[in-house]
């Protein structure tokens, strides 16, 4: 078989697109707000200052679930501006339901893959910070290759955060904590902001969510890593 016909393997993806019922509320903020929150995927590097008015400091949260978690944080630092990235659309709809009637204007949403979105559109050296809160941690050993935490994104990520910036972590499986915590020890041009071989004593601006409350009152444990970018 030629190389121009050979099939080409398709990327691992860390998630499965699972697209679920939206709410009428959440299919109103998509088909109403869209335009005010939302930005399409496109091949071309975004402009922060153009887009937040202002130039304000840049956090990214990769996965923000139901997005109620970012949306707090968004509230609570009207000084920084905020984008989410999530491909499943009931939590894009619902982010954008509570961004519109905390009448936010600090935040924005990019419903795309996220490893595609830092490459195509994200400029070097221009994030203040990067979230990935509680990543799907794919169980099974099998599975293990879904994990988003692999070398070539965390270099994905120090690529395009700015000098001194940080990348906040936080999981409640101990296993996928400690193969971030090592991962990350091992990775060229981060330091531990806990120390080598620590994780953070404090969640740092992240807000509990329902689901981790829930999950304590379970007994289970959640650690967060914060690591700045040299």
Known sequence: MSEENRPQQRAIRSFVLRQGRLTRAQAHALEHHWQDYGIDYSPKLLNFSDLFDNNNDVFIEIGFG??????????????????GIEVHGPGVGHLIHLA???????????????????????ADDSVA?????????????????????????????????????????????????????DQMDSSEGFSNTAGKGHYS????????????????RLGHGVWDLIYRKK
């Open 100 to 122: 519109v009637k905390a009448g936010l204007d600090n935040i924005r949403v990019i419903r795309h893959d996220a490893v595609e979105v830092l490459q195509a559109m994200i």
């Open 129 to 181: 910070q990067f979230q990935l809160f509680f990543p799907d941690p794919w169980h099974k050993k099998r599975h293990h290759k879904r994990r988003i935490m692999k070398p070539a994104f965390i270099e994905l990520i120090r690529q395009k955060l700015r000098p001194g910036g940080t990348f906040h972590m936080a999981t409640d499986w101990q296993p996928y904590a400690e193969e971030m915590l």
């Open 201 to 216: 004593p404090d969640r740092g601006q992240r807000f509990e969510t329902k689901f981790e409350r829930r999950g304590k």
């Open 66 to 83: 139901n997005g109620e978690s970012l949306i707090a944080q968004a509230e609570q630092y009207p000084q920084q501006n905020f984008i």
